[in-house]
C-alpha cells in the first residue's frame, strides 16, 4: 500500500522560506502524480502542486505560482516555498493519485499532513 510520511512544517515569517518533504514508497503502478494539497481553518482542501511520475510535468495553483517549487529526488517529493504569505498558512498533506486496475480507475492516497504557519 502507498503511504506518505510528510515532514518540514513549522513557522515562518512572510517572505520567509520553508522546504516541505514527503518520502513516499510502496507503489505498484507507474501511472500517477505526487504532489501536495494544503488546507486552512475553515476552507475547503486545495491542491497545491504536482508532479507526474512518468513525464515529470509539473503543476501549480495561481496562487503560488512563481513562489513554489516542486522537484523529487528518488522517493522524496520536496514542495521549496519562498515568498511566503500568511495566507499560504494551513496543514499541507502530501497526495498521490493512482491509476490503478482494468477498467482503470484512480485511488487517492494522502499523508497525515504537517501544519504550515505564516506569520505577519
Known amino acids: 500500500e502507498v503511504q506518505l510520511v510528510e515532514s518540514g512544517g513549522g513557522l515562518v515569517q512572510a517572505r520567509g522560506s520553508l522546504r516541505l518533504s514527503c518520502a513516499a514508497s510502496?507503489?505498484?503502478?507507474?501511472?500517477?502524480?505526487i504532489g501536495w494539497f494544503r488546507q486552512a481553518p475553515g476552507k475547503e482542501r486545495e491542491g497545491v502542486s504536482c508532479i507526474n511520475n512518468r513525464d515529470r510535468s509539473t503543476y501549480y495553483a495561481d496562487s503560488v505560482k512563481g513562489r513554489f517549487t516542486i522537484s523529487r529526488l528518488e522517493n522524496t517529493v520536496y514542495l521549496q516555498m519562498s515568498s511566503l504569505k500568511p495566507e499560504d498558512t494551513g496543514v499541507y498533506y502530501c497526495?498521490?493519485?493512482?491509476?490503478?486496475?482494468?477498467?482503470?480507475?484512480?485511488?487517492?492516497?494522502w499523508g497525515k499532513g504537517t501544519l504550515v504557519t505564516v506569520s505577519s
Open positions: 497526495n498521490a493519485n493512482v491509476m490503478e486496475g482494468s477498467p482503470r480507475y484512480s485511488v487517492n492516497y
Open positions: 510502496g507503489f505498484t503502478f507507474d501511472d500517477y502524480t
